[in-house]
């Protein structure tokens, strides 16, 4: 493709679950989750530029260090990097931030999505582009037992009451480690993918996110025992 794929990475300071959970060491990164998804990001040659958008003065010094040709650092301003600010309002941030091409939305709290990954996201979403499809997200399938209120959401129990899960259609839950569609999309729908998206569906270890101060423990656990790369 010849237009830019650019890269945005929001990454505010503080986290009201997880205290400096962007920055804290992490698996033998003393720069934590911020580190490990700059070396990630950097090392994708299908992405161009990676801008980095935080208010955070230690991901900024961390950032700044690297010395990269390929890496945009933005201070956010504090209105945008509070807990109340939106999704919605990033998604306008991001358009204003990147003035054409393509943009790959990612986060650090996916340390396990690799540059062989982003390389294969990004592959799938040219791909999908030309088998109609207008953008991509990653999802984690869910094939269990789920139900809404008091009936099942994905099986017919007049059918059969406990069918094998292995039998169930796949549910796609959005994980949050890739979204990928064009800029103008950003500008005339206020969002980050669009109305046709393609479901990348992931493994659940690689798609782990964390959240949660277990999340953080159970993503270093798995590092460190080199269960899963990053």
Sequence with gaps: MSEMLTCF???????????RKNIKPFAGNDSGLVEVKLAQLLATVEIDRVIISTNDEEILDYAQSLKSSKLT??????????????TDQLVAHAHSLIDAG?????????????AEIYTAIITKYWAALEQGYDSLMTTTPVQGFLWKEDAPINYDRGIEKWPRTQTL????EVNSAAFV???????????RIGRRPYLFPMDKLVSH???????????EALANAGLVKT
């Design 9 to 19: 990475l929001p990454c505010r300071k503080g986290s009201e679950r997880v205290p």
């Design 73 to 86: 650092i933005h201070h956010r301003e504090e209105a945008l990097a509070s807990s109340s600010a939106s």
């Design 102 to 114: 393509h943009i790959l939305w990612t986060h650090v709290t996916s340390p396990f999505v690799t």
């Design 169 to 172: 259609d796949p549910v796609h």
């Design 181 to 191: 569609a064009h800029r103008d999309i950003y500008g005339r729908l206020d969002d």
């Design 209 to 219: 996110d964390i959240d949660w101060p277990e999340d953080f423990l159970i993503a």
